[in-house]
């Protein structure tokens, strides 16, 4: 059986666009633009999550080691941007194909308006039959507010735009049952159990340019299949291998969907980075949260209020040994919420329609 989509978020990561020097591989990304180019022209929309802007970068310039590894990348990320977005537009440009560029940093996706804006421009370029190609912004990026990788920033992009699947392109053929150079090391095409613990058995080794290692990918599959869409981590190293994928007849890992979510939840599941707000919850509060029944955080659950926040804001559950429970959307702020602590009859502080369970 062949795989149906009709929207689509291709995530290409450093290892697949780079050569082992460390520079752009010109005759691999001309592929892959071709290959998006004929979904496209099937009628499925694209959105393309494309690291390479700092190998692009080293391609044009050297940096001598007395600069730090941040003020390197930024230069590097600045230069290389321009390079790749170049190189993309060009190469879409033979196929009668318009992209636009679309940089992002975390805090895009922080608060609600921010948020539906950039969802908001992403579409009307599908609508216009625009080819988004989307990135972190490595020049502002503050480090510790950096997505993990861009496999994060796709899982993302992929729950805003409501897309049916993602398609994570790699190095390798997929998620092994150990290291893939291993003997009897097998490669796992379907991923359907929420449980798997893939740290037991996948290699934390991150890829030579990139951030991400397999372990992340996996996590950030995982989390997106829940929301609703199918996640492929494939070769992109391969020939024609999006269109095998779609076919389903390239070797690759799937993780199967759960129904799908609702938008807000969608915002809410990538969100823990974007809390402000802390509470913390008792056990009988837990109990009633993670239950199979639609259940609000009532403030009779509260034990303790730990930051300020404001209406509306997205906080984060913590159970009484400090472990994330849940994410949600404030009903009101962090002193109404001090004031009404332990008290019955009282209003929701988070409304099940906005929370969101880290199980």
């Not at 899982?155 to 049916?164: D, V």
């Not at 984060?316 to 849940?326: G, H, M, S, T």
Request: glycine content about 6%.
């Amino acid at each position: 059986m062949s795989f149906n989509y009709k929207r689509i978020v291709v995530k290409i990561g450093s290892n697949v666009l780079t050569q082992s020097n460390g520079l752009p591989d010109q005759r691999r990304i001309s592929q892959l633009v071709t290959q998006i180019s004929a979904l496209k022209k099937q009628g499925i929309e694209v959105i393309l999550v494309s690291s390479g802007a700092v190998a692009a970068g080293r391609s044009l310039i050297t940096v001598s080691d007395k600069y730090d590894a941040i003020a390197t990348r930024q230069l590097l990320a600045s230069i290389g941007q321009v390079k790749l977005i170049n190189n993309y537009a060009q190469l879409f440009e033979q196929h009668d194909i318009l992209c636009s560029q679309v940089l992002v940093t975390t805090e895009d996706f922080k608060g609600r308006q921010h948020y539906l804006n950039m969802k908001n421009c992403l579409e009307i370029l599908l609508q216009h039959q625009v080819i988004p190609i989307v990135n972190e912004n490595d020049v502002v990026s503050v480090t510790e507010l950096m997505f993990t990788d861009n496999d994060e920033l796709a899982g993302l992009i992929a729950s805003m735009l409501n897309a049916q699947a993602l398609i994570i392109l790699t190095n390798v053929n997929g998620i092994y049952t150990s290291n893939p150079s291993d003997a009897g090391s097998e490669l796992i095409t379907e991923v359907t159990d929420n449980g798997v613990d893939f740290a037991s058995f996948v290699s934390s080794g991150k890829s030579q340019f990139g951030r991400g290692g397999m372990i992340t990918k996996s996590h950030m599959a995982q989390k997106t299949a829940k929301l609703g869409i199918a996640v492929h981590i494939a070769n992109g190293t391969k020939e024609n291998i999006l269109i095998d994928v779609l076919n389903n007849t390239a070797a690759h890992t799937r993780f199967i969907p759960d129904k799908t979510a609702s938008g807000k939840k969608k915002w809410l599941a990538h969100s823990e980075k974007s809390a402000t707000g802390v509470v913390q919850i008792n056990e009988g509060a837990k109990i009633a949260l993670t239950s199979n029944k639609a259940t609000s955080l009532l403030p009779v659950g509260l034990v303790d209020v730990l930051t300020d926040f404001k209406k509306g804001e997205i906080i984060k559950l913590i159970d009484e040994q400090k472990k994330v429970v849940a994410l949600g959307i404030a009903e009101y702020g962090a002193d109404k919420a001090k004031e009404s602590i332990g008290q019955k009859n009282q209003k929701p502080l988070v409304h099940y329609d906005y929370l969101y369970l880290l199980s």
